[in-house]
């Protein structure tokens, strides 16, 4: 039980379930008994050392993450779980600082780097999907007194308070055998890695791979993708699967653009059922489950990572906290019979 739960069950703010807890402020007698109510009956327990902060003591959380917009707003529903994290930390002068940068870039990443070494910071968050890079930064370059989580990508022989994400090897196990569910005894699969050097994305591909190691009646052919703004990339790839492969054809697609690949599936009327895996919920990945376009979608959870990562560094900073080193997002296989128990 949270605070920000607690607010949501007595439909009042944050702050009023704070000014509540703590004695802070007027609030009517019948809001009070109905939040002392909630906290009664679900156990809550504030946290006895964060009651006791310093009010003048601030911290800042500085966030490296992709441009919100790209992969069609995958990124803007991590932001969601951040900004709900520093929304309930508040109250103890918690703030976060974005820094956000072009994927396709490796310069738009140097100059967000940049920015954050010359903003005072107490912890960083950041999404390392240009994996090398960062990498080399967090090495030679990531100041000694900042306590870095990581998430959406793990980045491997590097210290880090923690990683929240996905086990992406097992995801993409999990994404193969849907994919012979749906293809049954043999067939074509064409594996869209978007990103090569995205450590993750080349995780699932190794996973999902490796389960067909032993189902040799499949024949598997991996395409590149680089620029995952460029649509036109996606419907050249989808054109190039079709004319290499034969009729008996599933697709599996490492990210969330998932619905690239089914907008050209649908314009193209074919007279054949191509199966279709990916990942995510954004809503034209959700649009296209609905129509029977994607078969299935992995859900890593995004907003949830976000607002992890904010907590796994309060936690360590702020209350000394010893931290998990890997917090994993479960594996959730989203299908049209499914999908309304996911969807808000």
């Known amino acids: 039980m949270t605070i920000k739960k607690i607010a949501k069950l007595a439909g009042v703010s944050i702050g009023t379930v704070d000014r509540v807890l703590h004695g802070r402020g007027r609030v009517s ?14 156990g809550y327990k504030p946290n006895i050392f964060a009651s006791n902060l310093s009010l003048s003591k601030s911290y800042v959380f500085g966030v490296i993450m992709p441009n919100k917009h790209q992969d069609s707003n995958y990124w803007s529903i991590t932001t969601r779980g951040i900004d709900s994290a520093i929304e309930e930390l508040s109250i103890y002068n918690i703030s976060v600082k974005y820094f956000y940068f072009d994927k396709h870039n490796e310069n738009s990443f140097r100059d967000a780097w940049k920015k954050m070494l010359n903003t005072k910071i107490d912890g960083l968050l950041i999404a390392p999907v240009l994996t090398n890079i960062s990498k080399y930064y967090i090495k030679n370059e990531l100041p000694g007194n900042i306590h870095i989580s990581f998430f959406d990508t793990y980045v491997p022989d590097v210290d880090c308070v923690s990683y929240i994400g996905q086990d992406s090897y097992q995801s993409g196990i ?15 699969i064409g594996i869209i890695r978007v ?8 995780e699932r591909v190794k996973g999902f791979r490796s389960f067909f190691e032993n189902h040799k009646d499949f024949n598997i052919s991996i395409y590149d993708i680089y620029n995952s703004d460029d649509i036109n990339e996606f419907y050249s790839i989808t054109d190039r699967i079709i004319k290499e492969n034969g009729s008996k054809l599933g697709i599996f697609v490492t990210n969330a653009l998932t619905h690239h690949i089914a907008k050209k599936i649908n314009l193209l009327s074919l007279n054949k059922k191509i199966f279709l895996i990916g990942y995510d919920l954004i809503e ?3 649009h296209f489950l609905y129509n029977g376009i994607i078969d299935f979608l992995i859900n890593q959870k995004p907003e949830d990572q976000g607002y992890q990562g904010i907590y796994t ?10 931290i998990n080193k890997k917090i994993m997002m479960p594996i959730d296989i989203i299908m049209n019979e499914n999908i309304k128990y996911y969807v808000k």
């Open 29 to 42: 007698k019948e809001t009070e008994l109905k939040i002392k109510k909630i906290i009664k009956e679900n």
């Open 174 to 188: 999990v994404s193969a055998k849907l994919m012979k569910m749906l293809l049954d005894e043999n067939g074509d």
């Open 195 to 202: 990103i090569p050097d995205d450590f993750h994305i080349n």
């Open 284 to 286: 034209k990945n959700i």
């Open 313 to 322: 560094l309060y936690r360590s900073i702020v209350l000394k906290e010893k």
